[in-house]
């Protein structure tokens, strides 16, 4: 009932700032969108006969409805009153907030997309390619030209928190050369298993017109006014390969197909032709059958020191709370590192949040990426059971909880799904999970009519990859040999054509970090194991990344490589690897966040000799940079 109420309010506001613009009145100012993109009503041509100029009358009215039905669900998803219900909800802290903190955007050229997602990562960084605001995201679209934007970056970065805000902005008129919006997340779409015409996608997937028919003949006439957004390519499970040129006019666009075809036609102008869509992607994900030189390449770098000074200065409303964490990230190189990627930056407020509320004379603060998330679960635990610090959690209580729900993210990964069924997630864990926002309600359409299925996702994928490890580090239907072939690291640097999980992000990096003694007490208390059968399981994913190191390992491999070492924390193994990577090593021409050359020099520094580090075309951060005057064991240094 709110929602209907609140929707009729909007549409009735929108209608007064039509009326108003009609009369020649200036619109209200205030967050509802401009009247620049109200449906023209061009003056009737005289010499139309009567009934085709009723008929293109009534073809407007549907389309200025259902314009106005797409704005009031943009203002109820992402609008100012969901920003006043996310801030005052507590209990779902892993949800982001709806106070945005623009992400830093680096613009490339198009023309690295030609040679594959690979290429790109072999050519110089060029210090011309600029920097952009989300405003400007679009200002290069060619009104003529059918523009595919593509924001990739690695998992974390932001960039469905991105396209969320080019839906509220878009409502809110900061974006007048689009007159129509279509938001898809393809981890939805992933369930559609029929063939579909684009009409039913856009419509049956998306929100339904009255007049089906009436809009979508308004939307081929104004389709270089329309963009399409699609979230997540990299969760799409089909292979997008290029459109058939057989499909050129207007009536193929009856004829069904798959999901992957669909965006295929729609990105390379066979439908829509002059739209725009917009696509989110890890790079590796980018398929070969969406490379075409009019991309718009942009890469969504996260956050700066200054905008996670601005985020942690958001997050936390009491000054000497805000202080206090300010204080401590400063202190703490290492911590603040990780707060560049945005959402661990969310993730490690939380736990500071809750570390400076026990009142102890010192903090200790986690030093990994996979003990920050171990700190978030522990404190979960701990508001659950009213404890008041860590160290007097239960977690006897919570095991099989856990337990479950570890299960329920391991199963999903392997069979490639972020979405549940209502039916798949038991009782119990639904209450822990959905009260702290680790699991969130999650509404599948189900086609025409609108017609919804309840279902729930991870509040964030990375933690779907962390609680999956759990399960394998813990559950006693894992023997040795599973947990070695789910070792993906591995498999994604020896086979040349990968086989499961190729969209993990995270998987490799949790395996290594819950391998560390920090994490073994932890893992017995979940398990239920002693100690020496939790050493077990960790002494092989320790085995593992002793051979991973090898001396003609590339660049990129060896920042993986250093992430797990340091997840680790082990420095005998740091010593291993430095050794076996023979003491120098050469990076070409990407990015090293600040994070990345953390995990290089705690392997630098475990070194038992002085090594070669050799830098051309890698771009850093400034701020980070005296980190390499830290490490005693830097023998020469370009």
């Not at 960790?538 to 002793?546: A, F």
Request: hydrophobic share 40%.
């Amino acid at each position: 009932v709110p929602d209907l109420i609140q929707d009729a309010l909007i549409n009735l506001l929108i209608s007064i700032i039509l009326g108003s613009a009609s009369e020649g009145q200036d619109p209200p100012q205030g967050c509802f969108p401009s009247t620049s993109r109200k449906v023209e009503r061009r003056r009737p041509i005289s010499h139309l006969p009567d009934n085709r100029k009723e008929s293109k009358q009534k073809r407007l009215d549907a389309a200025e409805r259902y314009i106005q039905h797409i704005h009031s669900s943009m203002f109820r998803k992402y609008g100012i009153s969901h920003s006043a219900e996310a801030a005052e909800t507590k209990d779902q802290p892993l949800a982001f907030s709806q106070k945005f903190v623009n992400l830093v955007i680096h613009q490339s050229k198009a023309s690295k997309l030609k040679a594959g997602a690979e290429k790109i990562k072999e050519e110089p960084m060029s210090p011309r390619e600029s920097m952009m605001n989300l405003s400007e995201l679009f200002k290069s679209v060619h009104m003529y030209i059918n523009q595919v934007v593509l924001l990739w970056g690695k998992a974390g970065m932001g960039k469905t928190w991105l396209v969320h805000k080019i839906c509220q902005q878009w409502a809110e008129g900061v974006f007048p050369q689009f007159k129509l919006i279509f938001f898809f997340e393809l981890k939805q779409l992933n369930l559609i298993k029929r063939k579909l015409t684009l009409q039913e996608l856009l419509f049956d997937y998306f929100l339904q017109p009255d007049q089906p028919e009436a809009v979508f003949q308004f939307l081929q006439e104004n389709a270089r006014q329309t963009l399409v957004i699609l979230d997540g390519l990299d969760e799409l499970m089909e292979n997008i390969g290029l459109p058939s040129n057989s499909f050129t006019s207007f009536s193929d666009v009856v004829i069904p197909l798959s999901v992957s075809d669909l965006v295929a036609h729609l990105c390379h102008g066979k439908f829509l032709p002059g739209c725009t869509v917009l696509i989110t992607s890890q790079l590796k994900q980018l398929p070969a059958g969406l490379v075409r030189s009019s991309i718009l390449l942009a890469e969504v770098w996260g956050f700066n020191c200054d905008k996670v000074e601005e985020y942690v200065s958001y997050f936390f409303q009491q000054p000497l709370q805000k202080q206090q964490a300010l204080a401590l990230l400063n202190e703490n190189g290492k911590l603040l590192s990780m707060c560049y990627l945005p959402v661990l930056c969310h993730i490690v407020c939380i736990c500071l949040e809750h570390l400076l509320l026990e009142d102890s004379e010192s903090i200790h603060l986690p030093q990994t990426r996979t003990q920050v998330y171990l700190t978030m679960l522990q404190t979960f635990i701990c508001k659950h059971q009213g404890r008041r610090t860590l160290n007097e959690i239960d977690m006897a209580q919570h095991q099989a909880i856990l337990a479950d729900l570890c299960e329920i993210a391991f199963k999903g990964l392997e069979e490639r799904k972020g979405v549940f069924d209502a039916g798949e997630v038991p009782t119990h864990v639904k209450d822990f999970s959905c009260r702290f926002g680790l699991l969130l309600p999650y509404e599948v359409k189900m086609g025409k009519q609108d017609l919804m299925q309840s279902g729930y996702t991870f509040a964030h994928f990375s933690w779907q990859e962390f609680f999956a490890v759990l399960f394998l580090l813990t559950s006693p239907t894992v023997d040795c040999e599973m947990l070695k072939e789910n070792f993906f690291l591995m498999k994604k640097w020896i086979l040349k054509k990968e086989t499961r999980m190729p969209f993990t992000e995270n998987y490799h990096v949790f395996l290594s970090g819950l391998s560390s003694q920090e994490c073994r007490q932890f893992l017995c208390s979940l398990a239920g194991q002693n100690v020496v059968w939790i050493q077990e399981r960790q002494s092989i994913i320790m085995k593992i990344l002793q051979k991973l190191a090898a001396a003609n390992l590339t660049g990129p491999k060896i920042v993986e490589l250093c992430h797990c070492v340091y997840e680790t924390q082990d420095i005998s193994l740091a010593r291993h690897v430095a050794e076996k990577l023979c003491f120098k090593y050469q990076f070409r021409n990407f990015r090293l966040m600040p994070f990345d050359m953390v995990t290089l020099a705690f392997l630098i520094n475990g070194s038992p000799q002085g090594v070669c580090l050799d830098f051309d075309g890698c771009l850093m951060e400034l701020d980070y940079l005296d980190i390499w005057g830290s490490c005693d064991n830097i023998k020469s240094l370009r």
